[in-house]
């Protein structure tokens, strides 16, 4: 639309020139051109020339009328306010922090001064200084906060965290609707922000593991609230809107979550000894052609697919045509049922909305009623361990068809597995050590979707669709010098291939020290030429091993920490990190209850001091874990 002589103040002289300005102009500088009329117009000093262009402009948008065939539109209101952002987040595997990315570049690029940083790194004293504030957290284990969001969380409910009755806030929390204490850090940060005072500017948005599109239409929920007129008090919360799934998100390759690599196997094989009661599969997958990237401490992420006799099953049991299409996503894609069932929607895991969804399928009363919040410890008891089988088996009749399995069933996942290999020595490559789970529950052999895959169903020449997994919260030391402690028994120890691969690659000289367990020696030791060729060659200064299942008595991997305690902290007082990588449950709070009483014991400090000392190392980076 062109400005007319005619329809405003202006001459052809001035609005030819601001013809030829406005069109090029982008939305962040029209609002700090507002900004700025509005400062000229307060009596601002500025230089002459630029005070003569002020002018111009100010004429040109206090009285600008376009070309329209409805009378002309006074033009829109700039919002008033701080332009800044403060964005915390808290992370475990990185996507909470690359979502925060995500919003911080979208921010930035409507003119906002963006401040992003890790809830750990974050100096709480400016918390009460901040004019919106956006959260995006993980919750971990039980409810639990993310390594990272730990002091962060226990900082704003206490006594010190400040009044916010000025700030506006908002919250991305990101879980898994298959475990009890779905979002919680991101429910229990949402809830005490708004104790403090803080006004909520765009709803909390719950992410289930299938987050993109969720997280991307509240990012774009938050931009639209900050940068459209300022909330009037009193007015109700935007809700976040659908976006596209992947708005805004980097570009570093073709290939992504959303748009996964087809990797060719290379090789498959079982890092077991024969007699082993356990299958451990190294797989190696070929990178070429993908433009994929990665360091030691990221992951690859696997879409699997389901077991072929389960799909059948439950085929089978609803009467389904196995051929029969299926629309399998929003922009109508369809595939066959049978095809929908194996690679596209979950069907190991039973959730609450699963349940709640199949209720209108059912006429069976007793679903309903496991549903009831009297009933939590059998609806609990009941989930655990059972798939969509059970559940069809249980409750029928149903009148579920396949046409509905899109508005039931949430998409299948994609397992993470943590990178064993380091590109500087397997360029094009990328290898995972994946433990096969089997196991008997409820009357009936249950498999892992993704261990089983890999072991039964992959062969080298086939091809996997896979992207990498950043993970920013679990890295080697900057500086080479430093020296390492690892812990990681059964596959735990994948990571740290990778990091004695880098290592050697670059020649580092810092001390390193493993800690490796698992049941038996003869047939479970993993990688353990790869182990006994780094001692030899100096790459690792000290392997200490642990084999539950060899002595009478069972030693694991924080028995051999506590014997080599007084060195132990003679590495920590010397700078060394510490790496954990395993079983969240047990095996990691194990090693940190070990490692509390290594620095209470040899640090000579009380438990309170133990556990502040171990506090600093985590806010200072040398205390990373990867566990699950």
Request: proline residues 6%; charged residues 25%.
């Amino acid at each position: 639309m062109q400005l007319q002589v005619t329809n405003s103040p202006f001459t052809a002289e001035q609005a030819a020139l601001l013809n030829e300005l406005l069109p090029t102009l982008t939305e962040s500088q029209l609002n700090w051109l507002g900004g700025y009329l509005a400062f000229y117009r307060a009596g601002g000093a500025v230089g002459a020339p630029v005070a003569e262009a002020g002018s111009l402009l100010q004429a040109s948008i206090s009285g600008l009328a376009v070309e329209s065939a409805a009378a002309p539109v006074a033009a829109p209101a700039v919002p008033q306010g701080p332009r800044e952002a403060t964005i915390l987040f808290g992370s475990q595997t990185g996507n909470a922090q690359r979502l925060a990315g995500r919003l911080a570049d979208k921010l930035k690029g409507e003119g906002f001064e963006v401040t992003l940083s890790a809830m750990n790194k974050y100096k709480t004293n400016n918390l009460k200084k901040v004019a919106n504030l956006f959260v995006l957290v993980s919750t971990h284990g039980e409810g639990d906060p993310p390594d990272n969001a730990l002091a962060f969380h226990e900082f704003v409910y206490s006594k010190r965290a400040p009044k916010l009755e000025e700030t506006k806030f908002s919250v991305l929390a990101l879980g898994d609707t298959s475990y009890e204490f779905f979002c919680k850090t991101g429910q229990d940060f949402d809830k005490r922000l708004e104790e403090l005072g803080a006004q909520r500017l765009v709803d909390r948005v719950d992410c289930d593991v299938d987050f993109e599109e969720a997280a991307s239409g509240w990012i774009a929920a938050v931009t639209s609230a900050l940068t459209s007129a300022p909330a009037v008090a009193g007015q109700g919360a935007i809700a976040a809107v659908a976006a596209p799934s992947d708005a805004g998100a980097p570009a570093e390759s073709d290939y992504s979550r959303n748009n996964p690599f087809l990797a060719e196997v290379l090789e498959n094989l079982n890092l077991n000894g024969r007699g082993s009661d356990r299958e451990t599969r190294h797989l190696e997958l070929s990178l070429e052609g993908s433009g994929l990237h990665y360091v030691p401490g990221d992951a690859v992420g696997i879409y699997p697919q389901n077991d072929p006799e389960l799909v059948d099953r439950i085929v089978s049991l609803l009467q389904w045509d196995p051929q029969e299409p299926v629309v399998i996503g929003k922009s109508g894609e369809t595939a066959t049922v049978r095809s929908a069932l194996l690679s596209h929607f979950e069907i190991t895991v039973l959730t609450k909305p699963l349940l709640e969804k199949a209720t209108a399928f059912t006429s069976n009363e007793k679903l309903a009623e496991l549903l009831k919040p009297d009933n939590k410890d059998a609806f609990k008891a009941y989930v655990g361990g059972r798939d969509l089988l059970d559940l069809l088996t249980d409750f029928g009749p149903w009148t579920l068809t396949a046409s509905d399995l899109p508005n039931v069933l949430r998409k299948l996942p994609p397992r993470l597995y943590s990178i064993a290999s380091s590109l500087e020595s397997h360029p094009e490559e990328v290898h995972l050590t994946i433990r096969k789970v089997e196991y008997d529950a409820h009357g009936r052999e249950r498999k892992g979707v993704c261990s089983v895959y890999a072991s039964e169903r992959l062969e080298p020449g086939d091809k996997v669709p896979i992207f990498i997994q950043h993970n920013p919260n679990f890295k080697l030391p900057a500086n080479p010098e430093t020296p390492v402690i690892m812990v990681g028994p059964g596959t735990g120890v994948a990571p740290f291939r990778s990091f004695m691969e880098e290592r050697e690659e670059a020649g580092a000289s810092g001390k390193s020290w493993l800690f490796y367990g698992d049941r038996h020696f003869v047939t479970d030791f993993l990688y353990q030429t790869d182990w006994q060729r780094m001692l030899a060659d100096g790459v690792l200064t000290k392997l200490d091993v642990a084999f539950s299942r060899d002595t009478e008595e069972k030693v694991y991997v924080q028995h051999r920490m506590l014997e080599q305690g007084e060195e132990l902290y003679k590495w920590l007082e010397e700078g060394a990190h510490v790496y954990v990588c395993g079983d969240e449950k047990q095996m990691a709070h194990d090693v940190q209850a070990a490692l509390l009483e290594i620095i209470g014991r040899y640090g000579g400090k009380s438990p309170e001091g133990a556990a502040a000392y171990l506090a600093e190392l985590q806010e200072q980076g040398r205390y990373q874990r990867d566990v699950y």
